[in-house]
């Protein structure tokens, strides 16, 4: 089975700091994403990858950043973290255009106090 | 840009009856995916479905698709209480070869005993 792992299930943080979250697919993946999900906003792409060191922006990429170093590690990088970025953050996988299904991550749920 | 937006928002229902949820959307895609989430955890791929299709089944799913009218069903037969989740439409278009995935806000399903 494919298997998404995310480094934390809850994170608390302090307005300005920076942080990393962590995300690693064992499938050896093409793809790679970024969500963040919000009540009454439903999921919203933040940053995608289709290949090594490749990023593309996604719908909401202010504020945040991504690496890929890697082809099954996908970090997200808060770099000020603002309370408007408390959120459920979801990753997610897939195989190349022949298997759309993604794969997802349990989540963080990140708060910025 | 375009989404899946998801009909009704909640639906709550007796376990055994069949569930069905509706989802809209504004633009062409390539396929359309159906995906579960139960409550703090990540989403689960269900069923997806190519443009050029019109029904899919898998198990209790039953899954149609209107390109015409721009829509999907997501029907669940013979409902029982794990079945209890929300359940995402997203669309799916391919961009720089990948694909983007677009989720509607969802339908929180619950199951009665």
């Known amino acids: 089975d494919v298997k998404v792992t995310q480094s934390s299930r809850y994170l608390v943080k302090r307005t300005g700091e920076k942080v990393f979250l962590e995300c690693v697919q064992d499938?050896?993946?093409?793809?790679m994403f970024w969500y963040r999900q919000d009540p009454g906003l439903g999921l919203r792409l933040i940053y995608f990858s289709y290949d090594v060191k490749m990023k593309e922006k996604g719908d909401i990429p202010e504020g945040y950043s991504v690496s890929r170093e890697k082809k099954e590690r996908f970090s997200l990088i808060l770099e000020s973290a603002s309370t408007n970025q408390t959120s459920m953050y979801l990753c997610?996988?897939?195989?190349?255009?022949?298997?759309?299904?993604?794969?997802f991550g349990p989540g963080t749920r990140l708060t910025v106090l | 840009s375009q989404q899946g937006e998801e009909d009704p928002q909640a639906l709550s229902i007796q376990e055994g009856e069949n569930a069905t949820m509706n989802c809209s959307y504004k633009?062409?895609?390539?396929?359309l995916q159906w995906y579960r989430q139960n409550s703090g955890r990540g989403l689960v791929h269900l069923i997806l479905i190519r443009s050029n299709e019109r029904e899919k089944h898998s198990g209790r799913l039953r899954v149609t698709l209107d390109t015409s009218k721009k829509s999907s069903s997501l029907l669940i037969t013979a409902s029982r209480a794990a079945d209890t989740a929300s359940y995402f439409c997203?669309?799916?278009?391919?961009?720089?070869?990948?694909?983007?995935?677009?989720f509607g806000q969802g339908t929180r399903l619950t199951i009665n005993p």
């Open positions: 997610a996988s897939s195989l190349r255009l022949h298997r759309n299904e993604q794969f």
């Open positions: 499938m050896d993946h093409e793809n």
């Open positions: 633009t062409s895609i390539n396929n």
């Open positions: 997203a669309t799916v278009t391919i961009i720089q070869g990948a694909q983007k995935l677009v």
